[in-house]
C-alpha cells in the first residue's frame, strides 16, 4: 500500500501549520509554567486539598461526639454501601 499525498495535504504540511500549532502549544504550556502563576496555581491546589482535611479533623469528632459511638460505626459501612 502506498500513501500519496493530495494537494490539499500537502498544502497544510508545506504551510507549517502543524508546527505553528507545536510552537502555540509550546507557548502556552510555558506560559502556565511561569514563576507567579504557576506559585498561584500551587497555593489554589493546597487550599483546594487541604481545606477537606481541615473541615474533616473539626467536624469528625462533633459527629462522633453527636452520633456517638454505634452511630459513628453504622455511618461508615453505610457510606461505603452507597459509594458504589
Given at each position: 500500500?502506498?500513501y500519496?499525498?493530495?494537494?490539499?495535504?500537502?498544502?497544510?504540511?508545506?504551510?507549517?501549520?502543524g508546527?505553528q500549532?507545536l510552537?502555540?502549544?509550546?507557548?502556552?504550556?510555558?506560559?502556565?509554567?511561569?514563576g507567579r502563576?504557576?506559585?498561584?496555581?500551587?497555593i489554589?491546589n493546597?487550599?483546594?486539598?487541604?481545606a477537606?482535611?481541615i473541615v474533616?479533623?473539626?467536624?469528625?469528632?462533633?459527629?462522633?461526639?453527636?452520633?456517638?459511638?454505634?452511630?459513628?460505626?453504622?455511618?461508615?459501612?453505610s457510606?461505603k454501601?452507597?459509594?458504589?
Open positions: 500500500m502506498t500519496r499525498r493530495t494537494a490539499r495535504a500537502r498544502h497544510v504540511c508545506d504551510s507549517g501549520w508546527t500549532m510552537m502555540s502549544a509550546a507557548k502556552s504550556v510555558s506560559l502556565l509554567t511561569s502563576l504557576l506559585a498561584r496555581n500551587t489554589w493546597l487550599i483546594g486539598n487541604g477537606p482535611i474533616a479533623a473539626f467536624g469528625i469528632p462533633i459527629l462522633i461526639h453527636g452520633l456517638g459511638g454505634v452511630g459513628w460505626g453504622q455511618l461508615g459501612p457510606n454501601s452507597e459509594a458504589r
